[in-house]
């Protein structure tokens, strides 16, 4: 199947610091590319969908100053999170969708960003 | 709204049978997805089902019943490795994937 990676897969910050977190897919072009964000024993929250080449689109609540998003080719897709506090601290995954291949229908997952801010 | 619900932990011997429901509500469907998350890890994806009807692969099956908003997934000579979260997801008519909130499963020996 098609692999996405994420980077770093752990990282501490200070707060008030950013933090850049990466999404790549490594064998096909991924136009879109979805960030999750998933906190203890919860379920996977959709953040944003990021699309190559245009602004990203952010669900309700999540702040798009705080979480910056950029797509700027069809392999790479970055989060980052600005002046980060304790309470950012969490799981961030990342998904893209490959619409060439067989499984188009799956979203493959990045291996995940575990973000704790001290 | 939307809404998926799926228990939020099942226990299990090792060896058995054990099935994970699933029941939606969406606006619209195209295709609903069973994921493994282990703790501390990315989903990965079990099975895709778009149709109604019984999808096997290997010790997995899953099931889905449109008209019913149902599935499960049925998992079978458990193994403690499938200790994991289950997780449910259906893509909706603006093919965005509505996650449930994940099935915890125990395996004991």
């Known amino acids: 199947g098609a692999v996405v990676s994420q980077h770093p897969s752990w990282v501490i910050c200070k707060s008030g610091t950013s933090v850049k977190i990466e999404c790549r897919s490594l064998?096909?072009?991924?136009?879109?590319m979805f960030w999750y964000r998933q906190f203890p024993k919860q379920s996977l929250m959709l953040m944003a969908t990021?699309?190559?080449?245009?602004?990203?689109?952010?669900e309700q609540g999540v702040e798009k100053d705080k979480f910056l998003i950029n797509h700027a080719s069809l392999t790479l897709s970055t989060l980052t999170v600005t002046s980060a506090h304790p309470e950012d601290s969490s799981f961030y995954i990342c998904s893209a969708r490959d619409p060439t291949g067989r499984e188009s229908a799956e979203a493959f997952f990045g291996q995940g960003t575990r973000l704790t801010v001290v | 709204g939307q809404n998926i619900d799926q228990p939020t932990e099942m226990t299990a011997t090792e060896g058995a049978i054990v099935q994970i429901n699933c029941t939606y509500q969406t606006s619209g469907f195209n295709g609903l997805f069973w994921y493994q998350q282990h703790a501390g890890e990315a989903p990965t994806f079990l099975s895709y089902?778009?149709l109604d009807g019984l999808e096997e692969k290997g010790r997995f099956s899953s099931f889905l019943s449109r008209s019913k908003g149902y599935s499960y997934l049925l998992l079978k000579e458990l193994q403690m490795k499938d200790s994991a979260s289950y997780l449910c997801a259906v893509k909706d008519s603006n093919y965005q994937l509505i996650w449930g909130a994940g099935t915890k499963l125990i395996i004991k020996p």
């Open positions: 064998d096909f072009q991924a136009t879109t």
């Open positions: 990021s699309n190559e080449g245009s602004k990203a689109t952010y």
């Open positions: 089902n778009v």
